[in-house]
């Protein structure tokens, strides 16, 4: 919507002719100039000096009220954005172990690995958290920040769906994406942060044990929730036929459970996209994005345009004025000749 940010100045819209009104009323010597060729000058004459002064009164006025408006300030304001004094600081960190590369997972028609559906489920979530400050954890043998806690999310999204498996080893360092986070998000107020830890199996690299971690965690008041991912069941073909194998067999449940109970925090099992998705929704309420009562309306400035009205229909009257006085002044001389 327009606004005006100083609109009491147009109170001085009729200070013009309160000026003009009340300098007549005082007296001044008069005096007088008689020029021999006045009787020279011609009723058009006069009539056209008449139209000129009307055409000044009206050009001033339109660049006296230009003025005007520019001097109250005028302004656009967009629509109300909240602010978000206190933004909270969630950190993802994603195992990309070489277990992560079964296939076990559906998405649609397709049976996909772990990674992918993880990739699918966390977008949606990084685009729902747009008020949280992010960033992105791998592990596997070593624990790899990808990226540091950003309200940028969108770079976050695209080096999380650019992450393969096999990148950072073959095995699973709990302990060390715990610590790491940690080391990254000391600087963050102690209500503020949240990991979110997502693994397949158990620690198996490292040199941290996850319950250390968690124990250091808690005391630095560093909220850790873990999901246990991976399908309890699937077919495989070997050489005797087909047969039903547990996937998730390497996984251990029991330290996640506790590294979430140390700090604060909840287990989940995920044994598909859909239940991921489930969790995913659930975190969100568990931990919903910091709501503010406070606002700031963009304001975009406006008073340059009244302004430079003003100043080119000043240009343009000053132009105008001096053309016609060369004018009048050529008439004069030819007249003085005849």
């Known amino acids: 919507m327009f606004s005006f ?21 005082v007296k001044h010597p008069q005096g007088a100039l008689k020029v021999p060729f006045y009787a020279q000058l011609d009723y058009q004459e006069q009539q056209s000096s008449e139209q000129i002064d009307i055409k000044r009164l009206s050009l001033l006025s339109l660049i006296w009220c230009l003025l005007l408006i520019a001097a109250a300030k005028p302004v656009w304001l967009g629509e109300p954005q909240p602010v978000m004094s206190s933004p909270r600081d969630l950190m993802l960190a994603v195992d990309i172990s070489g277990s992560m590369e079964t296939q076990d997972m559906q998405l649609g028609s397709d049976r996909v690995d772990r990674l992918t559906g993880i990739k699918v489920v966390l977008d949606g979530f ?16 070593n624990a790899y920040i990808q990226t540091p806690l950003t309200m940028d999310h969108r770079t976050l999204a695209t080096f999380l769906n650019q992450a393969q498996i096999g990148f950072a080893g ?5 302990g060390d994406a715990i610590g790491l986070a940690l080391k990254r998000m000391q600087k963050s107020p102690e209500k503020s942060r949240v990991l979110i830890l997502l693994t397949d199996g158990a620690n198996t690299a490292g040199t941290v044990t996850p319950l250390d971690a968690a ?11 873990t999901l246990g991912f991976g399908a309890d069941e699937m077919i495989v073909s070997s050489f005797f036929g087909q047969k039903r194998v547990n996937p998730s067999a390497d996984l251990d449940e029991g330290t996640l459970k ?14 598909s996209i859909t239940e991921l998705v489930e969790i995913y929704q659930l975190l969100d309420e568990l ?10 309306i963009p304001r975009q400035s406006l008073f340059y345009w009244p302004l430079a009205g003003a100043l080119l229909i000043s240009f343009f009257w000053a132009a105008y004025s001096l053309w016609l006085s060369r004018r009048q002044l050529k008439v004069f001389k030819e007249k003085e000749v005849v």
């Not at 940010?5 to 147009?10: A, G, K, N, R, T």
């Open 287 to 296: 931990e919903p994005q910091p709501q503010s009562s406070k606002v700031v």
């Open 126 to 141: 990084i685009q729902r958290r747009n008020q949280d400050r992010m960033g992105l954890i791998l592990f596997a043998d």
């Open 5 to 25: 940010q100083w609109p009491w100045v147009f109170l001085a819209v009729l200070l013009p002719f309160i000026v003009y009104r009340f300098s007549k009323s």
């Open 258 to 271: 506790e590294i979430a109970s140390l700090t604060g925090g909840k287990y989940f099992r995920a044994r």
């Open 215 to 225: 124990k250091v965690a808690a005391k630095h008041g560093l909220k850790i929730y």
């Open 170 to 174: 073959q095995k699973t360092a709990i």
